[in-house]
Structure formats: structure tokens, C-alpha cells
């Protein structure tokens, strides 16, 4: 490695503790402020330091991270510093986690703003929208892509490993790896990887440190990615009950997932065929965030906080002359009676003659 191959490396590492830090500073700060002004909620409150608490522990994970690059041998001639793919997955997830914490609770404060002003402005739409999201039709859905919320957050952490390994510069080819679909079985379970006599380890063992069974099982799980997606989205294309209940933005939000996810797909292809440069492979990185973003963007949509709920009762009963006001979810009704939810049956009253 020449001295300028060094500066641009250390550069690049130098930026990134920068701004991971800079990332910290803007959300640790503006939380202290609004929590000791009590600016906002308690529950958010907790939520705003448990986020800042797994900021820091983020720091601590890429410290731990780098630390494991830093071997007695890394000056020996041939040696190629590298650290440990378990380690460098461990840092990936907790950003992903970080960030989808940030992402939800940011969304789910715009949308209660979004449905107070709604409710304070035409009551009749906002128990309407209230009413639609809260209808068992859609609960297999919300189900639904609830695990293929983790199922891509799974996928991602697969390529962590992937990339911990470089398991990304062999078999650089799609969708067959050689000549078969996957490589030989003694390939794939080989004994070099096991640390024990008795070999209880070789399965554990290949699928997170052998480069060959680690990219088929990221294969694997990418194209269980791919195919969950499109059946969620023939799902609510194709049953009538769910795309007449779905809203407009959550069916928006769904075609935006779909065409993430096939955005998604030529960009890991591309990234295989080519050998992984980084430009490609930085790109897919980026993909698989933006692919959760829009995960995680159409559950808020089709999700009902229960702290929005109480709150839009809260206001329909001041508007009403402190009355309870109900909202028909189903066989039932919720309607707030003395400030709290009390479900009741509908009563369809005779007129009295």
C-alpha cells in the first residue's frame, strides 16, 4: 500500500467518525432540550433516551469493531488488515436499528399531527380514516408486513457478513454459482471452518464464516425478499376486500416498496457481476435502507397508534359537548366515557312512537 493509498483510507475512516458523531450531537442535544423543558410526552421522553442511549452504544460497537482489525501480524509481509465480519454486522445492525427508531417515532409524531388538525377541522373524515385503518380486514396485512419488515432487516445483516468476508468476490455470477444452481454440498459444509473434535459446530460454523455459504444463504434470503414483496403486493392488488379498504397513500406506499425492491435486486446483481466495486457495492448498501425506509414508511401508514386513537376520542368528546363519541370498529364501538376508552355494543335504538 503506497502513502497515498493510506491518506485516502484514513480520510475516508476520519470522515466517518466525524460524522457518526456530528449524527449523535444533532439528536442527543435537541432530546436533552426538549426533555428538560418538557416539550414533549413521557413515553417520549423514555423513547428519546433510549435512542440516544443506542447512539452511543453504536459508538462503542464501532470502536469494538475496528478494534478487532488491529492484530499483532497486520505489518507482516502479505498481511490484509480485515476485521470481523461478526463484529462489522454487529455495527451495520445497530445503525439499522438507530436509524428505524428514528424513522418510526418521527413518522408517527407527523401523523398524529397530521390526523389532530384533520380532526379538529372535519370530525366526520378523521373517525372515517380511524375507522378504515382499524378494520380487521387489514390486520393479515399489517401481519404481513410486519415480517417482511424483519425479513429485510435479516437480509441486510446477511450482507454484512458478506461483506465482512468478501464473500461478494467469488462466484460472480446469477443466478447459478458454477455451474449448478449452489456450490458442492462439501463446499458449502466443509470441516475446515469446525473448531471442534466432534464437529457439532460445521453447520453454525459455515453458514457465518464459509464465504461460499454465506453469499447463498444472502441469495437465498434476498430472493425470499423479492418474492414476499411482490405477493404482498398481489395481495392487496388482488383481493378486493383489502384494496377497496386500503388508503390511498398506503396503496402508494406499496407500489413504492415494489419498485424499491426491484431497484434493489439489479443492484446486487450488478454488484456480483462486476466484482464489487465500490460505487455498486456502496449502492446496494443503500438500497437495502431505502428498501426498509419503504417498509417501515407503509406501516405507519396502516398502523393505528393507541395514543392517536385516545387522543382523537378526547377531542371528538370536548367538540361534542363532553359526550362520548364513538367509532364503529367492527361489531363494536369505541367511545370515550370520563376521559378514558370504554368499548360498547352498538345499540340501534327503535323510534319511539
Known sequence: MTLSEFKKIYYMEWTHRQWGRLVGLTFVIPSIYF????????????????????IAFQGMIGWWMVKSG????????????????????AHLGTAFLCYT????????????HRMMNLNKNNLTASTAELRTLKSPILKTFRRSLA??????????????LVAGLDAGLIYNDFPYMGINLTPP???????????????KDIWWRNM??????VQLDHRILATTTFTAVMALWAYSRFSTKVRNTLLKNAKTGMRGVVHLVWLQVALGISTLIYM??????????????????????????????????RLIMQSSMKGKGGLPQPVLTGKHSVAVNGGGLAKAKQMHAKPQS
Open 35 to 54: 426533555i428538560l423543558r418538557r416539550r414533549v410526552s413521557s413515553s417520549m421522553a423514555i423513547k428519546l433516551v433510549g435512542i440516544s442511549t443506542l
Open 70 to 89: 488491529l492484530k499483532d501480524d497486520l505489518f507482516a509481509p502479505g498481511s490484509h488488515p480485515r476485521v470481523s465480519q461478526y463484529r462489522l454486522t
Open 101 to 112: 427508531a428514528m424513522l418510526w417515532n418521527g413518522l408517527s409524531i407527523l401523523r398524529e
Open 147 to 160: 415480517g417482511l419488515a424483519v425479513l429485510v432487516f435479516v437480509t441486510a445483516m446477511s450482507g454484512g
Open 185 to 199: 454440498s462439501s463446499e458449502l459444509w466443509s470441516e475446515f471452518y469446525s473448531r471442534r473434535g466432534d464437529r
Open 208 to 213: 457465518l464464516e464459509n464465504p461460499s455459504t
Open 276 to 309: 464489487v466495486p465500490v460505487p455498486l457495492a456502496a449502492a446496494h448498501q443503500a438500497g437495502s435502507l431505502a428498501l426498509l425506509t419503504g417498509v417501515i414508511v407503509l406501516g405507519s401508514r396502516v398502523w393505528v397508534p393507541r395514543r392517536l386513537q
